[in-house]
């Protein structure tokens, strides 16, 4: 979709608010290098970037069928896991941050967003050489809770939170195994969230249990990220087919389940939630 001047807005203060605008990238150049725990072994073998192409197309095609307006930034053939739009920029409130990407293969990403939002007359923090990826970054309301891994530091955190006056950030450490904490938590509602109990601990988990019902997932569906779901509002979720407990579970407490094949992307390690980068969502 072509931009229109001074047509973009910003603004998203949680998960789970009906989502208006969102920012895409085809998978063009998608190819399997960086290495990720959780999808070694057969799961990544066999890449097929026509049927990546297809199933892309299919959710983005599913998203302008909820009445989403879909935008897409352009593709470059040095990012071939430039499709995880998420990881590079978040809108907290009614601006957008921008922090260096951890994984050497996709450094450079960032400057494709500043210039898009340059060309689309939108603002952005740029959080420079911090690394806080948007895979690690969730908000709900005037909470954000941030995952502390390999890719996104505490000292990062730190420093974000130092620009978010009406924000309280909290962190959330998990182990390296897991590529982003959207990997094993992630938001529903205001009163609803999905997590691998096998990954968050004491203190933290105590927290989430006392904010949330939250719906646990299986080790065998954490592989095939259960948890990295996109709600677009009105309670309806975008969800892998594979994940049949999880659907069911949703199911159960009323949501809408919208089954999209992403088979072949989440060889590279993402799902819904990792290919789309909110811009507006309102209620």
Known sequence: ??????????????????????????????????TIPETDNDYKKGLSLDRAMKQHRHFVSALEDYGVE????????????????????????????????????????????????KKANLPYNDLNTDRIEGGDVLIDGSTVYVGISNRTTEEAANHLQSKLKNFEVITIPFTDEYLHLDCVFNILSPTEALIYPEEIHDEKIKYLKSR????????????????NVLSIGHKRVFSLP??????????????????????????????????????????
């Open 70 to 117: 879909v935008l897409f930034l352009p593709s470059q053939k040095q990012f071939p896991e430039q499709v995880f739009t998420r990881d590079i920029g978040y809108t907290l409130g009614e601006e957008m941050y921008i922090a260096e990407i951890a994984s050497f293969l996709r450094q450079g990403e960032e400057d494709q967003l500043r210039e898009w939002l």
């Open 242 to 283: 594979v994940n049949k407990n999880v659907n069911m579970q949703l199911r159960a407490r009323g949501y809408e389940v919208i089954e999209i094949d992403l088979s072949e992307i989440i060889k590279s390690g993402g799902a819904f939630r990792c290919c789309t980068l909110p811009l507006l969502r309102e209620s």
């Open 212 to 227: 949330y019902d939250l719906i646990e997932i299986s080790k065998e569906e954490q592989y095939t990220l259960g948890t």
């Open 1 to 34: 979709m072509l931009i229109k001047d001074n047509s973009i807005r910003l603004s998203c203060l949680n998960e789970y608010d009906p989502l208006k605008t969102v920012l895409v990238c085809k998978p063009d150049h998608m190819t399997v290098k960086d």
